[in-house]
């Protein structure tokens, strides 16, 4: 199972938007709505901040949303804050009980 | 929910680790749990998951490491295991243990990771 594709990264000046893409296959995003969104800062754990494709848990503000198009899953963070600096993961189940994590997109806040 | 792991450490190539992830403030038989690792500097990768007894109590392990890695539970005590045998270099990274909110790979609670390298 190959690692889902995101852009290494992705910048935005605070107040702006950015939208972060994942590509993967017919045999895991496009096949299931269960693609997952974390985010990562220096040396923590992942937080999950999106499942099921657009559901955002208890606690993540609604500034963070999630589509899903295809083969293709997006994150989109609005209203950027110098907290959202992190590294962002999505995920995808695969099938058989496997699930694929991306490459991982590393958001600068300017 | 608190997950912690314990057991990482440096090994030499060919040696064996045993992780656990101690659980707490959930109900850990019916959960279905998870490990998941990072290398250095690089991303995510999920090494496998164990489903709860009373869904079948079965593993699936990525292809890196089928064969080599085993998964258990102790459900009287909470815990989680990973077992690594025959280690390889490539195997060094921080280990998280996660639990599946579902049954399809989402992973609302972690533990902070403990770290394991293999050199020699």
């Known amino acids: 199972q190959s690692a889902l594709t995101q852009p290494p990264s992705a910048s935005g000046s605070p107040g702006q938007s950015v939208t972060i893409s994942c590509t993967g296959t017919?045999?895991?995003?496009?096949?299931?709505?269960?693609v997952s969104w974390y985010q990562q800062h220096p040396g923590k754990a992942p937080k999950l901040m999106i499942y099921?494709?657009?559901k955002r848990p208890s606690g993540v503000p609604d500034r963070f949303s999630g589509s899903k198009s295809g083969n293709t899953a997006s994150l989109t963070v609005s209203g950027l804050q110098a907290e959202d600096e992190a590294d962002y993961y999505c995920s995808s189940y695969a099938g058989s009980n496997n699930l694929v994590f991306g490459t991982g997109t590393t958001v600068t806040v300017l | 929910v608190q997950l912690v792991e314990s057991g990482g450490g440096l090994v030499k190539p060919g040696e064996s680790l045993r992780l656990s992830c101690a659980v707490s403030?959930?109900?850990?038989?019916?959960?279905?749990m998870s490990w998941v690792r990072q290398a250095p500097g690089r991303g995510l990768e999920w090494v496998g998951l164990i489903k709860s007894k009373g869904g079948g109590g079965t593993t699936d392990l990525a292809a890196p490491v089928k064969g080599r890695f085993v998964i258990s539970r102790d459900d009287s005590k909470n815990t989680l295991f990973l077992q690594m045998n025959s280690l390889k270099a490539e195997d060094t990274g921080v280990y998280y243990c996660?639990?599946?909110?579902?049954?399809?790979?989402?992973?609302?609670?972690w533990g902070q990771g403990t770290p394991v390298t293999v050199s020699s």
């Open positions: 099921e494709v657009s």
């Open positions: 996660a639990h599946y909110a579902d049954y399809y790979g989402t992973m609302h609670s």
């Open positions: 017919n045999s895991d995003i496009g096949g299931y709505n269960y």
């Open positions: 403030g959930l109900s850990f038989y019916p959960a279905w």
